[in-house]
């Protein structure tokens, strides 16, 4: 009899276990970003953020058009290379996530959006600038940050209005990210009276940049403009030192402007003539920049670069958008994106009817004492 009673018990529990199991919802966020390369500390800075607001929603709960819902990170690398990234986004829409928090770069993040937007998938970029993202008319492509017309603008402002800087040299690294944040620093600076003496072209695969330094060197200029990530910027302001160019300004956007700098440059004293920005508020003044720091630290140690918080933030805003939806179906959630009024680590997440982010911040930094420093 006993053990009919625990057969009967069991058999109960199983089906108990089996409707919750069955109730219980999976959405599939996906991440892109370049985790193998010269970028990827980017990337895993990306995907950490990503990853840990999917750990805490879990860990916390939530119900979505009162089911259950469980998240799960796909995560594909693109090592930075366009056609790695619609491969990646291809991969994503085959899976059929259910939303995209990518990419990393502008380069991989324009191609791989028209492959979302085919395919019905929204998708937030947390670190990509270039302004023609969001000029494509796509619905549902968001930015969390500000674009390279506020940061090469601001860049150029700063040099003109409160260095008194008269002559700039240009260098970009031909990439979708590092041509846009050049152009409008060059544009700027031109409205401004700055004279732009030179202008050079790199890659983004290249560490000798002794021959168009040299160049620029013969022009004297008082500040040289990178357009560019870190993984050039680090090389470029050793060969500066070597040059005997220690006191030119160093100038550069958002792809420079990483904790990885100081690694990179490899103790070069032209380290302490960066000026660089990014599109958002410094750590210590966004909402919960210092708590959300702690938290990051404790669980991905030495590892935070830049944008790890607006990944994190990404993912909470598709969240908000389905559970103000009540659905997780993107056609159903979409277009509650759109009326984001979210309060995330970063900011107070608000769109315009483009997709750029409502307001944007924009921090100056600088580098002293082997610290990153901010100077607004």
Known sequence: MQVKLNAIVGAVAALAAGTVFAQEVVVRIGHVGPVSGAQAHYGKDNENGARMAVEEINAKGVTIGGKKVKLELVAEDDAADPKQGTAAAQKLCDAKVNAVVGHLNSGTTIPASRIYNDCGIPQITPSATNPKYTQQGYKYAFRLLASDNALGAGLALYAADTLKLKKMAIIDDRTAYGQGVAEVFKKTAAQ???????????????????????????????????????????????????????????????????????????????????????????????????????????????????????????????????????????????????????????????????????????????????????LN
């Open 192 to 374: 401004k009276g700055i004279q732009i003496v030179d202008e050079q072209f790199t890659t983004d695969k290249a560490t000798d940049f002794m021959a168009i330094l040299t160049a620029i060197k013969a022009k004297a200029p008082d500040g040289v403009f990178f357009g560019g990530m870190d993984p050039q910027a680090g090389p470029m302001l050793r060969q500066l030192e070597q040059l005997g160019m220690g006191n030119v300004k160093y100038f550069g956007g958002d792809g420079i402007c990483t904790a990885k700098l100081i690694e990179l440059s490899g103790g070069a004293k032209t380290l302490n003539n960066v000026v660089c920005a990014e599109g958002g508020a410094s750590l210590d003044k966004m909402p919960g920049g210092k708590a959300w720091r702690a938290r990051y630290d404790a669980k991905y140690p030495g590892q935070f670069q830049i944008y790890a918080p607006y990944t994190y933030d990404a993912v909470h805003v598709f969240v908000d958008a389905m559970t103000r939806a009540g659905s997780t179906d993107p056609k159903v959630f979409s277009p509650k994106l759109a009326e984001a009024n979210y309060q995330g680590v970063t900011t107070k997440v608000q769109f315009e009817k483009d997709g750029e982010l409502k307001n944007p911040a924009m921090t100056l930094y600088t580098y002293k004492d082997g610290k990153k420093v901010a």
